[in-house]
């Protein structure tokens, strides 16, 4: 059964950094890709970052490419996503979610498993 579980969120100041993870059972992340998703509050859900299992690339929306990093621990089956120079635009629920593929070229409506997310409030 595959699960999905993120950790990290909370209250933090613009400029400042925050590492969400996410827990996967069912399936290994060295097969299968997994990727970021954000929404914001009124706005659709977005695809922020993904990391690909064929090749290990990792792929990043422009609005958060050279501030957020994506990253994998194989062995604990763990997907990270450092956030780095948060701005309030950044505040979401941020979720996890795969499609059971080995590339990220496919977006949200394609993702068949989810977690159930994790909230980022930037705020001073």
């Known amino acids: 059964q595959v699960q999905l579980v993120e950790f990290g969120g909370g209250l933090v100041q613009p400029g400042g950094s925050l590492r969400l993870s996410c827990e996967a059972s069912g399936f290994s992340l060295d097969l299968h890709s997994i990727g970021w998703f954000r929404q914001a509050p009124g706005k659709e859900r977005e695809g922020i970052s993904c990391?690909?299992?064929?090749?290990?690339?990792?792929h990043y929306a422009d609005s958060v490419a050279g501030r957020f990093t994506i990253s994998r621990d194989n062995r604990q089956n763990t997907v990270y996503l450092q956030m780095n120079r948060l701005k309030a635009e950044d505040t979401a629920i941020y979720y996890c979610?795969?499609?059971?593929?080995?590339?990220?070229?496919?977006?949200?409506?394609?993702?068949?498993?989810w977690g159930k997310g994790t909230l980022v409030t930037v705020s001073s």
């Open positions: 990391i690909s299992s064929s090749d290990g690339s990792a």
């Open positions: 979610a795969t499609d059971l593929e080995d590339s990220c070229r496919n977006g949200v409506s394609r993702m068949q498993y």
